[in-house]
């Protein structure tokens, strides 16, 4: 059985260390923000020297009446522009919203590490004072997870 991790170690456990052994980062998150994926950028530069570290992210909530603001939107497609190792899809208007949390790690395209957790990819979550927890999962399993939800995904750009 994998241990939970309490919400004090989620940023570095989940989306600083394995940056040191892995090469991308694939996500599915209900929501996100431009912010997270700029401050995680930003950390893993500074601990590891790693700028072309690939972070591929896939937003679920999309299709909901929430969705996602025009303020994100322009923001991640600037993102996507500025940084050729970003890449950004939102899930389609016709497809079942996705409310998970699933952050895989890979190597090489090999799956590594990956962590199923409450917490959104965005700076509340992850760097608030807010109650989340996360726990180690299947790597295998959770790049099949991320891999099926790309076909119902579009492109933010």
């Known amino acids: 059985m994998s241990d939970i991790i309490l919400k004090n170690d989620l940023f570095k456990k ?5 940056a040191q052994n892995c ?10 923000t431009p912010a997270m994926v700029v401050h995680n950028l930003t950390e893993i ?6 700028p072309d570290l690939r972070i591929q992210l896939i ?6 009446i929430s969705g996602i603001s025009k303020t994100h939107h322009k923001n991640f497609t600037k993102l996507v522009d500025n940084h050729p190792n970003f890449v950004c ?4 208007s016709d497809a079942n919203p996705i409310h998970t949390k699933l ?3 890979l190597k090489d395209g090999i799956p590594q590490k990956a962590f199923l957790a409450s917490a959104n990819y965005t700076i509340n979550a992850f760097k608030k004072e807010q109650d989340e927890i996360a726990t180690e ?3 295998v399993q959770a790049l099949e997870y991320f891999n099926s939800k790309v ?3 579009l492109y933010c750009t």
């Open 14 to 18: 989940i989306l600083l260390e394995p």
């Open 23 to 32: 090469d991308e980062l694939r996500i599915v998150s209900g929501f996100s």
């Open 45 to 50: 530069e500074k601990q590891f020297e790693k």
């Open 59 to 64: 937003i679920g909530m999309t299709p909901t």
């Open 89 to 92: 899809s939102y899930i389609k």
């Open 103 to 105: 952050y895989t790690w």
């Open 137 to 139: 999962c299947d790597p």
């Open 151 to 153: 076909p119902l995904s």
